[in-house]
């Protein structure tokens, strides 16, 4: 038997590709890359990175969730920027989600897959 299963989460549509919204095997959960789409528009939430930030994090909240897990669990953030110049703006949302003892991160700019995407966010979770 498999210690590995696809974690899926009714609050997101479908991936858009050949890949799961996040895995769990042993006690870890890797999302993938989530950004600001809002699941129940299916339009990207805002034209700012705060907006955008805030509901990226709420869609890796609800993966990181549907594997029985907490934002709390999560170990390993990778943030992704269209601009580094937004880091300050993405920052201040990012601290709401994680307000004690922050998970370890790495942000870089990178180009997105969609010109109005101005960031996404992969996660690493552990819940033995």
Excluded: C, W
Excluded at 63 to 91: P, Q, R, Y
Excluded at 101 to 113: D, G, I, K, M, Y
């Amino acid at each position: 038997m498999s210690n590995r299963a696809v974690v899926k989460s009714a609050e997101l549509p479908p991936p858009a590709g050949p890949y799961s919204p996040g895995i769990k095997a042993g006690g870890f959960i890797f999302v993938s890359g989530q950004i600001g789409i809002d699941p129940k528009t299916g339009k990207v939430a805002g034209d700012g990175v705060k907006a955008q930030t805030e509901q990226v994090l709420l869609n890796v909240k609800s993966v990181v969730e549907a594997a029985g897990a907490s934002m709390s669990d999560v170990v390993k953030v990778t943030v992704f920027l269209s601009d580094i110049s937004h880091f300050k703006d993405m920052n201040e949302i990012y601290s709401k989600f994680f307000p004690n003892s922050p998970p370890a991160r790495t942000t870089v700019q990178a180009s997105l897959a969609r010109k109005e995407l101005l960031v996404e966010i992969d996660a690493i979770a552990y819940k033995p």
